[in-house]
């Protein structure tokens, strides 16, 4: 079992320090609550209305970042997952880094959404980016990625139980839907929690929907945040306790293709 923080968060755009300062703030309080993993939003670090500072601000992702990160879940016990902007050469992208202290591993969002993403970042290759932490077996995507059904299903069928998805939804007249009824369906099909971590607040470019949650395989909330305002929730991730949903809602094993 796990105990897992989601940290909505309200970014300062293109202002790292402050940010940074705001996770680090968050991973000592999860640090209080007994919590094993803190998640952060997606472009946490940047936020994610920065703009073109984002290319400025971006970073390789065994440099300063990372061991700052491994410095802090040091420090607390806490590991991180944190939305950031990788620089690789002449190419960033949308990018979020593992970090526990010892080692460090990082997801390259595969799924730009719109004109904004697609001017700043690359898209990474789809990929089953896992790592196991406290005996669960974790899977990355960012944002946009849990729409595709074919991104949570890759991770569910490599072995995934949980799906960290730092994001950045924006307030539209579908946002709840996606964080309220997409996002559960994605754990309830493919039998795993999904950890959904957004901004909340605006910046100049965006208004962000708020609404983080943490989705049980059955389908329930375990934790969930308003559309406005930070909030730092807690869940337990206890696969055990879903046996009988897994047992129940067998669509791993039944799938044809």
Do not use: W
């Not at 989601?6 to 300062?21: C, I």
């Not at 209080?32 to 803190?38: C, I, P, Q, R, Y």
């Not at 970042?121 to 974790?138: I, Q, T």
């Amino acid at each position: 079992m796990m105990k897992l923080a989601a940290l909505q968060m309200h970014s300062v755009a293109g202002d790292r320090t402050a940010n940074l300062f705001r996770i680090e703030t968050a991973a000592r309080e999860a640090a209080e609550n007994g919590a094993d993993l803190l998640v952060a939003p997606e472009l946490a670090v940047t936020g994610y209305g920065a703009g073109d500072m984002i290319s400025e601000l971006a970073e390789p992702a065994d440099g300063d970042l990372a061991e700052r990160l491994a410095a802090l879940s040091r420090e607390t016990g806490v590991a991180l997952v944190v939305g950031f902007a990788e620089r690789d050469g002449e190419t960033v992208f949308n990018s979020a880094i593992y970090a526990d202290g010892q080692r460090s591993i990082v997801y390259r969002k595969s799924h730009l959404f719109g004109p904004y993403e697609r001017k700043l970042f690359a898209p990474g290759k789809p990929a089953a980016c896992m790592v196991e932490h406290r005996g669960l077996k974790l899977g990355m995507l960012i944002c946009y990625d849990v729409e595709f059904p074919e991104n949570v299903r890759r991770l569910a069928q490599a072995g995934a139980q949980a799906v960290i998805a730092p994001t950045a939804l924006p307030v539209s007249d579908h946002a709840e839907f996606i964080a309220r009824k997409l996002v559960p369906v994605r754990a309830f099909e493919n039998q795993v929690f999904v950890a959904y971590v957004n901004h909340c607040g605006n910046d100049a470019l965006f208004s962000y929907a708020g609404l983080s949650g943490v989705v049980a395989p059955d389908g329930t909330m375990l934790a969930e945040a308003p559309e406005t305002g930070e909030a730092l929730l807690f869940a337990e991730l206890d696969p055990a306790a879903y046996a009988a949903s897994i047992a129940a809602n067998t669509y791993l094993r039944d799938i044809r293709v």
